[in-house]
């Protein structure tokens, strides 16, 4: 049996309802916070279960080419094809691919307010979790890291900062945001702030913005995603901004 039909069709109609980009080779979808990428010990449908909505006859279906955490909203891209899938693999590994998140952070902004965070990470397991702790280069597990970041804008309270890793770790952001002790609003794994402003931080607050990468059949494909209500609604709550100014949104292949 076809997986696409093991899809209701309210499934269909929601998977469908976060595309934002869609061409003969790559389609890019906007995923909302609390969808798993893949699988995990979550038993709940995942963005790759619902990839089979898309599927075409003889049972081929798009590939994710890169993965966002469960709580992290944003920009995420499948190949329709398997060479389309590999070019957009290599391009992963070799860094050709930018990425561009917004997060909130507290408490305040860091300092200094921009620059480059290259601690290096190594992965610890804890009972069931993986977590990415700071490490010194030379140890055996080090991973190299690198992530660029500028404040956009900033109270006493929290931050607003985007974020741009120049590689590609298991929660890399969020673990160097904490190393510099500013972790991202409402990561319990990494010391977030659960409050904020007197209320509730909703979800990890991190957000995938935008996306640009070397297109599998020449050219650049540019993909973004405006921040949902609730981050939105957050940075407004703390004084970040009297409302959302950014153009995030859409796709394009050029």
Not at 167 to 193: E, F, K, N, W
Request: proline residues 8%; aromatic residues 4%; positive net charge.
């Amino acid at each position: 049996m076809s997986k696409a039909s093991s899809l209701s069709e309210a499934d269909v109609t929601f998977i469908r309802s976060r595309l934002i980009h869609e061409d003969d080779l790559v389609l890019a979808f906007d995923k909302p916070a609390g969808l798993s990428s893949q699988g995990g010990r979550i038993a709940a449908l995942t963005l790759d279960d619902l990839l089979a909505a898309f599927e075409r006859s003889g049972g081929n279906r798009p590939r994710l080419v890169h993965r966002l955490d469960r709580d992290t909203s944003g920009v995420i891209l499948a190949a329709k094809t398997k060479p389309a899938a590999a070019f957009l693999g290599r391009a992963l590994m070799t860094r050709k691919v930018k990425k561009t998140y917004l997060a909130l952070i507290a408490p305040g902004a860091p300092q200094p307010p921009f620059g480059r965070i290259t601690t290096p990470l190594r992965r610890e397991v804890i009972g069931r979790d993986v977590r990415m702790t700071p490490c010194a280069a030379d140890h055996p597990d080090a991973e190299e890291t690198d992530t660029g970041y500028r404040t956009l804008a900033e109270s006493p309270e929290a931050a607003l900062v985007e974020l741009r890793p120049h590689t590609g770790r298991m929660h890399q952001l969020r673990a160097h945001m904490a190393s510099i002790g500013r972790p991202i609003a409402g990561d319990v794994r990494y010391g977030g702030a659960l409050m904020l402003g007197g209320a509730p931080v909703p979800r990890l607050m991190l957000h995938a913005a935008a996306l640009e990468a070397p297109h599998p059949a020449g050219g650049r494909l540019q993909v973004t995603a405006p921040p949902p209500a609730d981050f939105q609604e957050t940075a407004v709550r703390l004084g970040l901004l009297s409302r959302w100014p950014l153009t995030y949104g859409g796709g394009r292949a050029q």
